[in-house]
């Protein structure tokens, strides 16, 4: 069936360094996607979102990048601190409305070098 | 934004016991989602519970196994039945408009 996946399961940046997570997606019906963020213990949190009439979002240090074309998201976070350190997941709403589960891809975790 | 308070936190079980977990959510919402979150894997959606009717659940998952009540508009728990070491994992309840808001999640061991 049709899933959202990553590309890369782990990334490690130096602080201060901008980072780059990657998603592709292959429901060309979805039109709604989130990056989460879920720290150690914790349950997902919302990052940023973005609707497939756009390509792309910005909220505080971080972006979003949605390409149809090709179905791909990205989330580019600026000086990645150390406490951007998590596993972050890409979500799409593959049914067009609320009140409706989440479809998540596989995570990436990332690691900021002090 | 919801608020979700999720409990227990985490805990310990035998294998062959079941555990209940609850989920209250600080507003009425329609619809409530539990996800189960494998050891280092992304969640994969075990049911929806809606109030007033039985929970519809994902292919590999059965109410046997993972029963759910709904008695309100805010409240819902997810049963754990005749844990196995297998059924170790993470467990999430979740609401939607568009986005989810979760709970902090269940960090459940079967010894």
């Known amino acids: 069936g049709e899933s959202v996946g990553l590309h890369l399961p782990t990334l490690s940046v130096q602080e201060g360094d901008n980072s780059i997570i990657n998603c592709a997606y292959s429901n060309s019906a979805s039109d709604y996607f989130i990056w989460y963020k879920q720290e150690s213990g914790k349950g997902p949190q919302f990052i940023i979102d973005i609707r497939s009439n756009m390509d792309k979002r910005q909220g505080q240090r971080v972006t979003v990048l949605l390409n149809k074309t090709v179905k791909h998201l990205s989330l580019q976070i600026a000086a990645t601190q150390p406490g951007d350190s998590a596993v972050y997941f890409c979500?799409?709403?593959?049914?067009?409305?609320?009140?409706?589960?989440?479809?998540f891809g596989k995570g990436t975790r990332l690691s900021v070098i002090a | 934004s919801a608020v979700i308070s999720q409990k227990p936190s985490r805990d310990i079980c035998q294998r062959g016991t079941s555990l209940t977990i609850q989920c209250q959510v600080d507003?009425?919402?329609?619809?409530m989602f539990w996800y189960r979150q494998q050891p280092g894997q992304s969640l994969t959606l075990i049911a929806t519970a809606n109030q007033g009717s039985e929970a519809t659940y994902e292919s590999g998952f059965v109410i046997d196994k993972f029963p759910i009540s709904r008695p309100n508009l805010t409240f819902s728990t997810l049963t754990v039945s005749n844990m196995s070491p297998e059924d170790s994992s993470i467990y999430l309840c979740?609401?939607?408009?568009?986005?989810?808001?979760f709970g902090q999640g269940t960090r459940l061991t079967v010894v």
């Open positions: 507003s009425q919402v329609t619809m």
């Open positions: 979500a799409e709403n593959p049914r067009r409305s609320g009140n409706t589960p989440l479809v």
């Open positions: 979740s609401v939607a408009n568009t986005e989810a808001f």
